[in-house]
């Protein structure tokens, strides 16, 4: 099963920008639907972005599009997602999962990051 670690959080003001890595192990990486999904403090965690197998088809969050772009690197087993024009609002921590179906929804999900903070400063 593959386990996933995230990395490249951190601070930054707002209109700045970071890349967040989550990177698997194991040899079936390439058959995962990867997804990123946020929780802020006091609040419920949600969808950020998503990524079919082949990279074919990417997902967004209304909040986010234009913002953030996902992309993955099977042959590095890794997906990132790059953060522009950050806000305060981003503030969270962000979590990478793996599936095996398209969708928003953590349900569809069982492999979990650990998370990674991001803080944007106004």
């Known amino acids: 099963q593959v386990q996933l670690v995230e990395s490249g959080g951190g601070l930054v003001q707002a209109g700045g920008s970071l890349r967040l890595s989550c990177a698997a192990s194991?040899?079936?990486?390439?058959?995962?639907?990867m997804n990123w999904f946020r929780q802020a403090p006091g609040k419920e965690r949600e969808f950020v972005a998503g990524?079919?197998?082949?990279?074919?088809?990417?997902y967004y969050a209304t909040s986010v599009r234009g913002r953030f772009t996902i992309s993955r690197d099977n042959a590095k087993n890794t997906a990132y997602l790059q953060m522009n024009n950050l806000k305060p609002e981003d503030t969270a921590v962000y979590y990478c999962?793996?599936?095996?179906?398209?969708?928003?929804?953590?349900?569809?999900?069982?492999?979990w990051g650990q998370g990674t903070q991001v803080t944007v400063s106004s």
């Open positions: 999962a793996a599936g095996a179906v398209v969708s928003r929804s953590q349900n569809s999900f069982r492999i």
């Open positions: 990524i079919a197998w082949s990279s074919v088809g990417t």
């Open positions: 194991g040899r079936t990486f390439s058959s995962y639907v």
